[in-house]
């Protein structure tokens, strides 16, 4: 539970230093599936469920004033496309 604390914490400050526009955030499976998770206000006992983070994997989540929405989580239509080019 801490870690969500901390992941959530550093996820507002984030957001406060970047109040407009699209922000971009790189790391581990782990940490986007527990901000998903959080998302989704679903118990970590959930935090493996479908679908698998695959890596290079793209999520989208919209933030307004009062809600949070998942728009895209793990996909990875882009890498098929640059299968398709070699």
Do not use: C
């Not at 407009?20 to 599936?33: A, D, F, P, Q, R």
């Not at 919209?62 to 895209?72: A, G, P, R, S």
């Amino acid at each position: 539970m801490i870690f969500v604390i901390v992941l959530m914490k550093a996820l507002n400050r984030i957001m406060r230093e970047n109040e407009s526009g699209n922000v971009l955030l790189v790391t581990h499976t782990v940490v986007i599936k527990v901000l998903l998770t959080h998302f989704k206000n679903a118990s970590l006992e959930h935090l493996w469920n479908p679908p698998y983070i695959y890596d290079t994997s793209l999520s989208i989540v919209e933030f307004n004033e009062n809600d949070t929405k998942i728009l895209m989580e793990g996909d990875t239509a882009h890498t098929k496309i640059l299968q398709n080019k070699h």
